[in-house]
């Protein structure tokens, strides 16, 4: 499956794995509102595709994606106060549903950055499951450097990745993350030289499309819940989830290939 939604967005699938792709290299893929629309259009129907096992993010040519488009920005500066608010505010609701779509879809999201993880750039990777850069990526919230605050969520995973104080400090500062700081606070998951980024995600995504995916996102949504809720209330979850798990073709296939002793084959499953 290849599909080119409205030139900002492409979308493969191959092997179970989809690779998602904003394409706007030019302008080092900022976000424009027909990458917007891509996304909300595209992201549905990749978490209620069957055939789809995991997804990968990554932007076309030497960069991830460099948050808006500051160049269109400046366009509205026209507009009245009260009016770049609300269109502004707009804006924002209109990338709300990708990042929900994303953090409830029930099979595992991959980032993979090279070059600029910049303003929704970075809220993007970081509502995405995994995070594997070159080590010619570099991230930066920057929404200060133009007098802004973050969107795209990022105010809610920032914290939850690296703790409070770091966060204020990523955020109001602005300054640029090289990829060994990330790696170290936990913003990503793996670096790797910038020409083993493609394998080394290809790599990644097999092996979680031949993975367990009904497992994966159960699991996804017990650890994305946690920090939400009470012990006692986690605990009746993990419940409900192992259960449901126990249920299903793939806890059979796991546990006869385990005693078979034998790779489990969960694509059959």
Request: glycine share 10%; aromatic share 6%.
């Amino acid at each position: 499956m290849e599909s080119d939604l409205n030139g900002h967005l492409l979308c493969s699938l191959s092997d179970g794995v989809a690779r998602v792709t904003p394409n706007r290299p030019e302008r080092l893929n900022a976000l424009s509102p027909e990458m917007v629309e891509g996304m909300n259009e595209l992201f549905p129907r990749l978490e209620l595709d069957p055939t789809v096992r995991a997804v990968v993010i990554q932007g076309a040519g030497d960069h991830f994606l460099a948050g808006g488009d500051v160049k269109g920005f400046h366009e509205r500066l026209s507009l009245s106060a009260g009016e770049r608010r609300a269109l502004f505010e707009s804006i924002v609701h209109r990338l709300h549903p990708a990042i929900f779509s994303l953090r409830r879809m029930p099979k595992p999201v991959v980032a993979s950055v090279r070059g600029a993880c910049v303003g929704f750039g970075m809220s993007l990777m970081m509502a995405c499951d995994l995070a594997i850069a070159s080590e010619s990526a570099f991230f930066m919230m920057g929404y200060g450097n133009i007098g802004a605050s973050p969107d795209g969520g990022g105010t809610y995973a920032l914290p939850r990745l690296v703790g409070v104080r770091k966060a204020m400090e990523i955020a109001i500062l602005g300054e640029r993350i090289e990829p060994a700081e990330a790696l170290r606070l936990g913003l990503v998951n793996r670096v790797v030289p910038e020409g083993e980024l493609d394998e080394a995600t290809a790599k990644l995504a097999r092996r979680l499309a031949r993975g367990p995916t009904a497992a994966f996102g159960r699991t996804k949504a017990l650890l994305n819940e946690s920090l939400d809720r009470p012990l006692a209330d986690q605990l009746a979850r993990e419940a409900v989830a192992i259960a449901e798990c126990a249920a299903g073709p793939e806890f059979a296939e796991g546990v006869r290939a385990f005693v078979e002793k034998r790779k489990a084959d969960f694509r059959a499953s």
